[in-house]
């Protein structure tokens, strides 16, 4: 792009440099539009080499629903491993890179590494099933969100939020993964008969479908879960 434009815009090249986990690259062009801000502030960070995107520590995990909340978790490690009141302000404000002593020493268990390896062609199907009905939940929410009791939608929520932790336990390999999806399945009847029963609150051609729509969720995530209990895990393990 011409140099001008470089020199006021957000351009694809300032903002791989913001998501390259390279020392040089940390909290650096902010701007979501004018990059003419992070000049003036001193956050500018031209492109050299090529980033490499990611976080500066592995996850530990596959989980989704992890990936979003660990940092909070690790938060909670760093303020009860604190000795001093200035330590505990520092938890809450001081740069990225301040604790990363204990990273590498005191919590390097919590950010092991994971290597990858290609999943067997049922738990890809079963992700795909799974990811595909978030999806299509979501959309469900969206197009009815004003039509649907509050506590309704704070059920849907909590089962998409369940069934995206359940993906992750899959992609984990945790030995416990068959039983809480199965307890996911028993839970989601229940809610289901519940609401349906006694919150009609869809016109009646589109409870017809949602009704269908349980039973055929059910039943082709209960065939698609035994084909998968019918083969070995093979994604991510822990070195």
Known sequence: ??????????????HRVHHGRQEKYLDKNHGGVLIIW??????????????EYGITQPLQSWNPVWAN???????????????????LIRVFFAPPGFWSYKIDHQF?????????????PAIILYLVWSFSQVL???????????????????VMVAFILWNLYTAGMLLDE?????????????????????????????????????K??????????????????????GVGKVQ
Not at 8 to 14: A, D, E, K, V
Not at 136 to 153: N, R, T
């Open 1 to 14: 792009m011409p140099r001008w434009f470089e020199f006021i815009f957000n351009t694809p090249s300032h």
């Open 174 to 210: 945790h030995p416990q993964f068959f039983r809480v999806e199965i307890l996911r399945f028993i839970f989601l009847i229940i809610v289901g008969l519940v609401v349906f029963i006694n919150y009609p609150f869809l016109p009646p051609n589109i409870l017809v479908w949602a």
């Open 108 to 120: 390097s268990s919590f950010f092991t590494s994971r290597s990858y390896t290609e999943p067997q």
């Open 136 to 154: 299509g939940q979501l959309i469900f929410l969206m197009i009815f969100h004003a039509d649907i009791p509050l506590i309704s939608i704070l």
């Open 38 to 51: 992070d000049r003036l502030f001193g956050t500018f960070q031209e492109e050299q080499e090529t980033p």
């Open 69 to 87: 909340i660990h940092h909070f978790v690790f938060i909670k490690k760093l303020i009860q491993s604190v000795k001093s009141f200035r330590q």
């Open 212 to 233: 269908t729509y349980l039973v055929g969720y059910i039943v082709v995530s209960c065939i698609l879960l035994g084909v998968t209990s019918r083969f070995p895990f």
